[in-house]
């Protein structure tokens, strides 16, 4: 009976790190998947490249110019390259032994694509917006290979929230602080009477079908109300900026919004990032802001605490092991439980 009643508290829980790393490789495998169209491998895929450069100022855009330039001299070989190095980067982070490896060049490659295709998202253009995928879908990978980096050794005291595992509480939640407060900034820049009508207008001529239709719509409902949308959109992206300061309940309320507004950016302003133009190399920032969210869900307190979950081990001094660790501080893969 005594080992019946110890069965659920041996048990571990999923490792939400591990689910969020195979979610990040589920994207990236998007990617690699979105850069085989036929469009990409035309000189198309290379005058979109040297589109990014627009705006920028000229230490900015020489770089995506040259990018641009040697894509469009053999652009079925460069973009066979760039499939190749996206799919096997999905890869390497779904592989547990190769997650270090699949983060470190997803960061790297991220990197270099938010400069040389995504024209640094277009925040020094003047013209950057959340509504369309500011500050760029490239950066986001980078910042959540960082986050997501695996953890060292096991702790006692597990992390308030999966991101916080890799740089520390106060930097993880700076850098959401960062990242949704200058998401506001944009939206308060790019405030106009006609603003997102023009914005939503613009993209309707790029759509097809039903998509077109629904930017068509809002283009109409958002005539002469854009400042107006847009002072009430930068102050909830305020009160995602500051919620992961809040505590439990507060904090998980704030999440679910973010959630929300991102999934509301990624259909409305974002088109599902483009996917059924045939164009379209990326999901955009909407579900990469999600999965950021996710990395920022507090942990239930009996979770934090290594140990409580446990009952009867008989461990001299009350040592106990940490809820869902293995021998040797090996974590189990995400939806299995301890043995």
């Known amino acids: 009976m005594t080992a019946a009643r110890d069965v659920p508290a041996r048990l571990g829980t999923p490792d939400a790190r591990r689910c ?48 641009a330039h040697l894509a469009g001299r053999g652009p079925a070989l460069a973009n066979a390259g760039f499939a190749t190095v996206q799919l096997l980067i999905a890869l390497a982070i779904a592989g547990r032994p190769t997650v270090k490896a699949g983060l470190a060049a997803s ?113 109409g409902l958002l005539a002469q109300r854009g400042a107006a949308v847009s002072a009430v959109l930068a102050v909830v992206l305020l009160v995602i900026a500051i919620g992961v300061f809040m505590p439990g309940r507060a904090a998980r309320a704030v999440l679910v919004l973010a959630v929300a507004v991102a999934a509301l950016i990624w259909v409305a302003g974002e088109n599902f990032g483009g996917v059924f ?39 001299a001094g009350g040592a106990q092991e940490p809820v869902g660790e293995r021998a040797g501080g090996e974590r189990p893969v995400c939806g299995e439980v301890a043995s």
């Open 277 to 315: 133009t045939g164009s379209g190399t990326d999901p955009n920032s909407g579900p990469l802001l999600a999965l950021l969210a996710a990395a920022y869900w507090p942990r239930a307190a009996g979770l934090r605490r290594a140990g409580d979950a446990r009952t009867g081990d008989g461990r």
């Open 107 to 219: 960061a790297g490659w991220a990197l270099a694509v938010w400069w040389l295709g995504e024209g640094l998202g277009g925040v020094l253009t003047g013209g950057a917006s959340p509504v369309t995928g500011a500050p760029g879908a490239a950066v986001l990978y980078a910042l959540l290979a960082v986050l997501l980096w695996p953890g060292g050794r096991a702790r006692q005291q597990e992390p308030p929230f999966v991101a916080a595992g890799s740089a520390g509480v106060l930097t993880t939640r700076l850098a959401w602080l960062a990242l949704w407060g200058s998401l506001a900034c944009f939206t308060l820049a790019q405030a106009s009477p006609g603003g997102l009508r023009r914005t939503f207008a613009a993209m309707a001529s790029a759509q097809r079908g039903w998509i077109s239709a629904m930017d068509q719509a809002a283009a």
């Open 20 to 67: 969020l790393q195979l979610a990040l490789a589920g994207l990236c495998l998007l990617d690699a998947v979105l850069q085989c169209q036929a469009f990409m491998f035309t000189k198309g895929f290379a005058g979109m490249l040297a589109a990014a450069a627009a705006g920028n100022p000229g230490w900015a855009a020489a770089p995506v110019l040259w990018a």
